[in-house]
């Protein structure tokens, strides 16, 4: 009984923390151009233009804004993205191990 207690405590602890959290004020995606031996469920089409065409991309992003630790806006427009060290990790192994392959943010 203890342990059910327990286990529901948490449950709806969790559950408290993640109803109050704030949604993102901004969204940041990066997906990688598929591979012949993806699943085709997991796959989107994109039209990249005239550079690229129609672009076969995993639909699931490889990067989201939960790997940014902050964002440097500059009076030019342009922004500097700061990944936090889990975000730095994985872009780094994205970025080796797909070489090639298309990135789109």
Do not use: W
């Not at 591979?35 to 639909?59: C, F, H, W």
């Not at 700061?82 to 080796?96: C, D, H, K, V």
């Amino acid at each position: 009984m203890k342990k059910v207690f327990l286990l529901l405590s948490l449950c709806l602890g969790a559950a408290f923390l993640i109803a109050g959290s704030s949604k993102p004020t901004f969204l940041f995606r990066i997906h990688l151009e598929a591979r012949k031996g993806d699943n085709p469920n997991q796959i989107v089409r994109l039209d990249l233009g005239q550079s690229y065409g129609v672009t076969a991309l995993r639909e699931f992003a490889e990067i989201s804004e939960s790997s940014l630790q902050d964002i440097l806006l500059r009076d030019d427009g342009s922004a500097f993205l700061i990944f936090n060290p889990g975000g730095r990790t994985r872009l780094e192994a994205l970025t080796g191990n797909n070489q090639g392959r298309l990135i789109c943010i």
